[in-house]
C-alpha cells in the first residue's frame, strides 16, 4: 500500500482546539497577563515579571488565609467522608424506607448556598433562632458573630450540614453495586463486620471514596458563600477564607494585579493537592 | 465432619405460598453421608443452588429441617455450622495479598500463625498457587482468583462439610479437568463431606460417587452414575443425562406387552403385573441410544427403519431413525458397518424401561 504522507487529519482536532481556547486558555490567559504586568488603561502599561507573584507569597494574610484554608478543608474531609460511609451503611437497602432515605439526603444537595448561610445565620441567631435560643436557655454560651470558635464550627457544621449527604448517597450506590457473594463468602469465611468492612466495603468503595474526596476538597477549598452570608468573614479574620481574601483583593480594593497573580496561585494549589489526592489513592496498594 | 440430613425440608421464595408453583423446592427428605462426594445434577433454576445455600444456612428454609450429625442446625448461622462453600464466581479479598486470603478463614477462627502459615502452603502447594502466594488477589487472572476461592474452602480442615456452586464455571477446559481430579484427590485424602453443585453431567459424574439429579425443585433420583446411566427412575434423568439423552417413546398398553405405530414390544411377566395395577395416564417406553442395536441387514425379530440422518463424532456415530412414525437415536460404534437408506432395529429388553407418568416402573420382585 502506498501512504501518503500528509497531515490534513490534525484539521479534525480544530472545532475542539477553538472550544477549548476560549472557553479556558484565553480567559486564562488574561488573568496571567494581568499577573505579569501593571495595567491603568489601555495606553498605560508596565512589565513588571514576577513581581506580583513575591508580593502574594509575602503577604501574611494570604498565608493565614491559606492556613485556615487548609485547615477547615481538612476538616471537611474528616467528617463527612468517615460520616458519610457511616451514614451510607446504615441506610436501609430495599422497601419504601430506602427510597424515602434517598429522599431526604438529597434534599440538602438541593438548597443553594446563600440559602444555606441565610438559614443557619437565623438558626444561630439567639434571639430569634432555634438552635441559638435553645443553647442560650441551655446555658450555652454560643455567638457566631462574636467568638471565632463559634464561627468556625457554625461554617463546619453548615457544610458538613449540607453536602454529607452527596459523599453519602456516592457512598450508597458503590456499596448497592457489591454482589451478595461477597457477603456470603465473607460469613462462609467467619468474617466479623469490621472485617467485612476493611476487606470488603472500603475496597469496592475506593473509586466512589476517590471522587468523594476530590469533589468535597475541590468545593470546600473554593468556599465563599457561607461564612459571606453568616458572618462576611468575621468576627475578624476567622472565617475569611482564600475566596474571599480573594475578592476583597480584586473587587474591593481593585489590586487587579496581586489578585490576578493570587488566582493561578490559588488554582495551582487545588491542582497539585488534587493530583497528591488521586496519586495516593490509585497507587495506595499496587505492588 | 458431618451426615447432613434433611428432613422434610421445602422452601419458597415468596412470604405466603399458594401453590406449589410457588415452592422453589418441594418438600423432600433426603440424606449426605459423612465422607461421601456428592454432585447435585440438575439444569438451571431447578433449585440446587437454593438447596445448597440452606444447607450452608445463608438461606433459612421455608419448612422442615437440616440436621448435621441428628442435631437441627436451623437456627444456627453459617459460622456456627462450619462450613465451607465455594461459589460459582471468584469471591477475593481484593487488598489481600493470596497468602492473606488463604489464611483469612483459619485466622478468623483463632488459628496460631504457625499452623495457618503450614495449612495455607499445604493448600497453595495443592493448587499450584505457591507461585503466586505473596502477589495481591485483584492481579490474579480470572482461573487464579477462583482457585483461590476454592482455596479458602479447602483450606479448614475441621469443617463439617465443603459446598461447591458450579465452581468451574469460570476456569478454561484443560484446568478444569486438573481441578476436578486435585478435589477428588483432597476428598479421599482428608475424607469431608463434599457436595458439588454442577448443570454438567460430565463434571458430576468424574467428581462424584453418587449423583442427586434435581428437577423442578425436586431430587428425582439419587444414585451412582451408573445407577442414572442404567436405570433412570425418571424420564427427566434419562434424557438430562447422557449424549444424545434416552429415547423415550410413547405407547399403548396391550394383553401382553406394550405397542407403538403397530410394533408389538413384549413384557416380562413381572412388569405385566404392575402394569396392570397402573392406573396412570402416560405410558412411554426409554431406552440409551447406546443400547439400541443396529443392523445393516434383515435380523431375527429387528424391526425395519429409515436412516434419517448420520453424525460422525469420530469414535462413534449418531444414527437418527425413524421407526414406526417416531423418531429414534442410536449410538453406532466406527467398527460396524454403517446401513444405508435402511436399518433394522431391535430394543433388547433389558434395556427397555417402562415409564408411567415420568415414572419408572419396576418389575414386583
Redesign the interface.
Known amino acids: 500500500m502506498n501512504k501518503v504522507p500528509n497531515n490534513k487529519a490534525w484539521w479534525l482536532v480544530l472545532p475542539v482546539f477553538l472550544l477549548v481556547a476560549f472557553s479556558a486558555v484565553v480567559p486564562m490567559m488574561t488573568v496571567v497577563n494581568y499577573s505579569v504586568q501593571d495595567i491603568f488603561d489601555a495606553s498605560n502599561r508596565y512589565f513588571v515579571g514576577a513581581d506580583w507573584y513575591r508580593q502574594v507569597l509575602r503577604d501574611p494574610a494570604l498565608h493565614d488565609a491559606l492556613l485556615r484554608q487548609f485547615i477547615y478543608s481538612g476538616c471537611v474531609l474528616l467528617i463527612e467522608i468517615p460520616l458519610g460511609i457511616a451514614i451510607a451503611l446504615t441506610m436501609p437497602t430495599k422497601g419504601r424506607m430506602a427510597s424515602v432515605c434517598l429522599i431526604i439526603m438529597a434534599i440538602p444537595l438541593l438548597i443553594p448556598w446563600n440559602v444555606v448561610g441565610t438559614i443557619w445565620q437565623i438558626f444561630g441567631r439567639a434571639d430569634i433562632g432555634l438552635l441559638g435560643a435553645t443553647l442560650a436557655k441551655l446555658g450555652v454560651s454560643y455567638n457566631y458573630a462574636g467568638d471565632p470558635l463559634d464561627a468556625w464550627v457554625t461554617v463546619l457544621v453548615m457544610d458538613v450540614w449540607h453536602w454529607t449527604s452527596l459523599v453519602a448517597l456516592l457512598c450508597y450506590s458503590g456499596l448497592r453495586a457489591i454482589p451478595d457473594v461477597y457477603y456470603q463468602a465473607a460469613r462462609i469465611d467467619r468474617a466479623s463486620g469490621w472485617a467485612v468492612f476493611r476487606h470488603i466495603q472500603l475496597p469496592k468503595l475506593k473509586s466512589v471514596l476517590l471522587i468523594a474526596v476530590m469533589l468535597r476538597f475541590m468545593d470546600s477549598f473554593m468556599i465563599y458563600t457561607e461564612p459571606f452570608v453568616l458572618t462576611g468573614g468575621g468576627p475578624g479574620n476567622a472565617t475569611t477564607f482564600l475566596s474571599q481574601t480573594l475578592t476583597r483583593m480584586a473587587v474591593g480594593q481593585f489590586d487587579l494585579g496581586p489578585a490576578a497573580a493570587f488566582s493561578l496561585v490559588y488554582f495551582l494549589i487545588i491542582l497539585l493537592v488534587s493530583w497528591l489526592f488521586y496519586t495516593a489513592m490509585t497507587h495506595a496498594d499496587k505492588e | 465432619m458431618a451426615e447432613i440430613r434433611l428432613h422434610r425440608l421445602a422452601h419458597s421464595y415468596s412470604r405466603q405460598p399458594a401453590s406449589a408453583a410457588d415452592y422453589a423446592l418441594h418438600e423432600l427428605e433426603h440424606v449426605w453421608e459423612q465422607g461421601g462426594a456428592y454432585a447435585l445434577l440438575g439444569p438451571s433454576g431447578c433449585g440446587k443452588s437454593t438447596l445448597l445455600?440452606i444447607i450452608?444456612g445463608?438461606l433459612s428454609p421455608s419448612q422442615g429441617e437440616v440436621q448435621f450429625d441428628g442435631q437441627p442446625v436451623n437456627a444456627l448461622?453459617?459460622?456456627q455450622r462450619n462450613?465451607?462453600?465455594v461459589?460459582?464466581?471468584p469471591?477475593v479479598?481484593?487488598?489481600?495479598s493470596v497468602f492473606d486470603n488463604l489464611a483469612?478463614?483459619l485466622r478468623?477462627?483463632g488459628l496460631d500463625e504457625r499452623r495457618v502459615k503450614a495449612r495455607v502452603e499445604e493448600i497453595a502447594e495443592v493448587l499450584d498457587l505457591g507461585p503466586v502466594l505473596k502477589?495481591?488477589a485483584r492481579?490474579l487472572s480470572a482461573d487464579e482468583k477462583q482457585k483461590v476461592?476454592m482455596g479458602?474452602?479447602l483450606v479448614r480442615d475441621d469443617v463439617s462439610a465443603i459446598l461447591f456452586d458450579e465452581p468451574l464455571t469460570v476456569i478454561d477446559p484443560h484446568l478444569k479437568w486438573k481441578l476436578r481430579r486435585k478435589l477428588k484427590q483432597i476428598h479421599e485424602q482428608f475424607n469431608i463431606t463434599m457436595i458439588y453443585v454442577t448443570h454438567d453431567q460430565l463434571e458430576a459424574s468424574t467428581f462424584a460417587d453418587k449423583i442427586a439429579v434435581m428437577h423442578g425443585g425436586r431430587i428425582v433420583q439419587f444414585g451412582t452414575p451408573r445407577e442414572l446411566f442404567e436405570r433412570p427412575r425418571h424420564t427427566f434423568v434419562g434424557y438430562f443425562i447422557g449424549s444424545p439423552g434416552m429415547n423415550l417413546i410413547e405407547v399403548r398398553a396391550e394383553a401382553d406387552g406394550v405397542s407403538f405405530g403397530g410394533l408389538h414390544l413384549p413384557l416380562p411377566d413381572g412388569l405385566r403385573e404392575r402394569l396392570a395395577e397402573q392406573a396412570g395416564e402416560r405410558l412411554q417406553v426409554g431406552i440409551r441410544p447406546e443400547f439400541v442395536q443396529v443392523w445393516d441387514r434383515p435380523i431375527d425379530d429387528a424391526f425395519e427403519a429409515q436412516v434419517l440422518d448420520v453424525e460422525d463424532l469420530g469414535t462413534y456415530r449418531i444414527l437418527t431413525l425413524e421407526l414406526a412414525g417416531v423418531t429414534l437415536k442410536a449410538r453406532m460404534g466406527e467398527d460396524r458397518p454403517l446401513p444405508e437408506g435402511r436399518a433394522w432395529v431391535s430394543l433388547p429388553a433389558q434395556w427397555l424401561m417402562l415409564y408411567v407418568d415420568d415414572l419408572l416402573l419396576e418389575a414386583a420382585p
Do not use: E, H
Not at chain 2, 479479598?93 to 489481600?96: A, K, S
Open positions: 445455600n450452608s445463608l448461622s453459617p459460622q462450613i465451607a462453600q461459589f460459582q464466581f469471591v479479598y481484593d487488598t489481600m483469612f478463614p478468623n477462627q502477589k495481591k492481579n476461592s479458602r474452602g
